[in-house]
């Protein structure tokens, strides 16, 4: 009911920018909290932030804010995560996610996406 799509992910040097997209889309897609997970070669995925559907409440991992930052565009059918600042060790496949419910930020997500690869070289 609900396709998720990322882009934007490529190689990168140590210290630069990059700004992934989440383009949502489907018959229930709205009202649709959307969180960014990442998932490092041999490591667990791991939350890195979330937006609410009115992208007035954000969360983010303790180790990322400042550095990372979730947003909705005006149409809200797509969540975008500035990245700046990156490092070797935030090479990894990233994910976004939806969650239907209305608690925020959501305790488990119900729609995933194929994921974008990010490599950073130092």
């Known amino acids: 009911q609900v396709r998720l799509v990322e882009s934007g992910g490529g190689p990168v040097q140590a210290g630069d920018s990059l700004r992934l997209a989440c383009a949502t889309s489907?018959?229930?897609?709205?009202?649709?909290?959307v969180g960014w997970f990442r998932q490092a070669p041999g490591q667990e995925r791991e939350f890195v932030a979330a937006v609410s559907w009115s992208g007035l409440s954000t969360d983010y991992a303790d180790s990322l804010k400042g550095r990372f930052a979730i947003s909705r565009g005006n149409a809200k059918n797509t969540v975008y995560l500035r990245m700046n600042s990156l490092k070797p060790e935030d090479t990894a496949v990233y994910y976004c996610?939806?969650?239907?419910?209305?608690?925020?930020?959501?305790?488990?997500?119900?729609?995933w996406g194929q994921g974008t690869q990010v490599t950073v070289s130092s």
């Open positions: 996610a939806a969650a239907s419910g209305a608690h925020f930020p959501p305790s488990e997500y119900d729609y």
């Open positions: 489907g018959p229930t897609s709205s009202g649709l909290t």
